[in-house]
């Protein structure tokens, strides 16, 4: 027949011996190959013979009438004329009496024809040794004697044997149903000892699965067998509840399906979890922003199969959740969607820090989004405002100052915003009217198609009394062709770009902003920002801000606005001379950007003609202008032409003209407060000039400066340390100390280390100019210090602010220093002289930046201070203005190449003797004038 070893090694094989505490369980295909050699062996035995445990009849009748035979004998019956009762009997009850039945083995449909071949075959082949019969009869024998087990599963399978037509889904959230479900598939197969096979369609159809049948955990500890029952042809699959119920004889009839605890679910067959949260399952409508030390979350979508796709947004109606990131080195922040705290009502997003992490009664429910640890974010998601090429300037040059936008709707009106949301941020004007709409031409390199980001603030004098929130008109994006007409992206529906509420301020104000692509058929040339309203009660439209171009994504910073660098000549509003003395006005340091002068927007100055016209107009522009003070008035205009996105504008600042003719009589007593600058020999060289004058000038001050002169022009010095803002100078305590230490400008151990102008502050002084208990008290200072009261007090410093603090931080010091200064000064005199004034810094890649960002809005701080002030003995010292960027500061030579000396800027701060002598002279005219 073809087989190469004997039954016996067969069955050694399928039934290794094992220990009584471990016994063997073998594989399936095992147990078939051996029951196909049975089958095959005794397909071939004769009619009648008694083959060991088995005896061999033709007919059912002839087996029925033999009962001679002990239990568990078997009986074979293989020519009955009913088909179905051939096959493989086992004997019940004791000899001579009980009675066969029929297993579930079948004979094959050739048995009787190949019984006397297989006999003469193998008597053949084996020729001298123990014959077929007898070898069979000892391992039937061998086999069903003594062991109860394994002559069960002879009689069918010997091991539980289960299958299924589907996967198992398990529902730990209730996304279809009930939570904590099991769904195991109706149709199966499963045969066990003793049993009737199961094959077939069991159970009652769950609801949301009809091809499967429910089973929900209900047990408090979440513990959970879910098994089959080989002798339930009804409802097979079961479940056992710990610890009410166990299952028992699991190798007799049971087979477990799959094991629960605690949400981990174990099972031999395929489970599908339905609440399982991948990344994928939760999408932001916009990408997540990082905004200095805040993060912001969009609404989002999240998904599961019960409800599909839900949008979460902010309750508030913002665009965006906003929270703190980790500003730590050692402590990270976690930001999750906690869906249980989303189903009841509350923020679905969260943030947990330092060793805190969400836990959940079933641990896996939350979904995780970013972590942020040291200002860094950490996510899958796309992020805005950190990641390179993911931040962007606004364009509108003129979003934060409408006075001066180059584009108006003819029904545009100016307005100053009254809502503190707005002010405190800087944003004090802005356009409002039935056509309240501002804006600029856009650059003539904008590309057909890309990205845009715009952002608007909004204050609405308009509340709705029901919900206590502020009615807003929706303002809109236009872009404009040449001819004024509203271009239409391609596929958009309308011929603008509506914005949305980005955030909340206040019950009538809020931050409006919108972001897509955009793709035009042909080139729009300029935009317009706002609303058209109804006459009325109208919206107020301001701080605006866009960026349109190819970086797909971008963001813009809110407040975060160009400083504008084609209007506004920065100059106070008067102008110190001295006849026969040249101050010549430097152009580049007259304007907001630092550019060449050829790409500069023209500056003229313009002069009045005389009243009885002998005297004409007259006007002069270059990149350094000279004034012909013959020919000029009382006053003269700074005009600025608009850069090239606005040359149909001008800027104009009326600036008086005060000069004098030497020699000029009289005396002054100067005190000089500074910082390094005015240290290094620009008093001296001011008093020169005055002496050369006729003025007979006294400096004083408790420092001596390095051209010998007295002063308070201290190295290193910020505004703030003059008024105690930080704790680096210490206060005098003892006068005489004070003046024993070394007089000069330098040196922690010497009197620039300390600060003999603030005194211990009383409960009478102001809140506002206290700092660390102690208040800048200029007459106190002069007492205690033996000083006379000065005509003048020069005031130049903030070089330090800029070069050692942010932008925002120098700014502020600046302007603290001016009120608390000015204000203590002028305390103690009404008739002193105050000038105010920064000098100019030189042109460098670096420093044009400093300029734009830095140097520039503390130039208009004290113009604006100067101006707002109306104090006729209060001015501006524009330093910065007759100084030149391009040459004459601190430079190393690189190299010389042909009597050519090629050579960089080395100190940015201190300008060279030159640029200290263009100082002097207005601090000589100033004096001179005032004098």
Known sequence: ???????????????????SSSPAEPDKSQIIALFKMIDALLSSALNGVLIGNAVVYATRSALYADLAHPANRLGIVYNDPTAGYNGIYIKAGSSGSGSWSITSLALPATFAADLSAVIAEVAT??????????????????????????????????????????????????????????????????????????????????????????FTITSGSDIATVYVDANDDTNPVKIALVPSGVVQNIAARYFIVAEIWRGVVKSPFPVMRLDENLKSRIQFRYPIAILGDKIRFSAFYHYTRRTGFTLYSPASGDLYWEFDLSTATNSETRYYFDPVAAAAGSAPIKAVSGNAFPMFPRDDRFVFIAASLARSVRTDHQTVGARPGSRHLSMFSRGNDPDRSTL?????????????????????????????????????????????????????????????????YTPRLYFLD??????????????????????????????FVGFARYKFTSRPVRYNIGAYQDPGTMCTFGGAQLYAGVNIGGYIFPEEWPTPSDMDALYGGKHYSIAGRPLPFFVPSMLSGKRNVSTLPLLTIRCAASADADTPYFLSGAGTLELDYARAGSSMLFETQGGPEGAGRRARRTVANARVSAPVAGSAAILGFGDSIGNRSVLGKASAKMSAVGISPTFIGSIQQNDGLMGECREGWEWQDFYHGETQFPPVTNVAAYLALAADGTGSDRRQGHNPWVRPATGGDPVGKVFYGHIFDFAWGLSRLGLALPTHVMINFGTNDINQRSPAMSLAQAKTGLGILVSSIRAAGANIQIGVGLPAIPRSASSDQKWVEEQVPMIRAIIDYVRTLADDKVNVLPFWAHMSTDTDWVETTLFVDENATVARVSDELHPNEQNRHMMAEVIAAWVANTI
Request: charge should be negative; proline fraction near 5%.
């Open 1 to 19: 027949m073809g087989y190469s070893m004997t039954i016996t090694d067969q069955a050694k094989i399928v039934y290794a011996a094992g220990s």
């Open 125 to 214: 082949a084996r020729g001298a040794e123990v014959s077929l019969v007898a070898r069979l009869s000892a391992i039937v024998t061998s086999i069903t004697t003594g062991d109860n087990a394994v002559r069960t599963t002879l009689a069918a399978a010997t091991t539980p044997v289960v299958d299924f037509g589907q996967e198992l889904l398990y529902d730990e959230s209730g996304v279809a149903g009930p939570e904590k479900t099991l769904y195991v598939p109706r149709e199966l197969f499963a045969r066990a000892g003793g049993s009737t096979a199961l094959n077939g369609s069991f159970g009652t159809a769950s609801t949301p699965f009809p091809n499967h049948v429910a």
């Open 408 to 472: 108006f709707s003819a029904n545009a009106l100016l307005a100053d915003f009254t809502s503190s949301e707005l002010t405190s941020r800087g944003i004090v004007r802005g356009v409002t009217g039935i056509e309240a709409f501002y804006g600029e031409d856009l650059p003539p390199d904008m590309p057909l198609e890309g990205w845009y980001f715009v952002r608007c603030y909004v204050h609405t004098p308009v509340v709705d009394p029901e919900t206590g929130e502020g009615v807003y």
């Open 482 to 511: 040449a001819g004024g007409n509203a271009l239409t992206t391609e596929g958009g529906a309308n011929s603008y770009f509506g914005l949305a509420k980005e955030k909340r301020l206040s019950v009538d104000t809020a931050i």
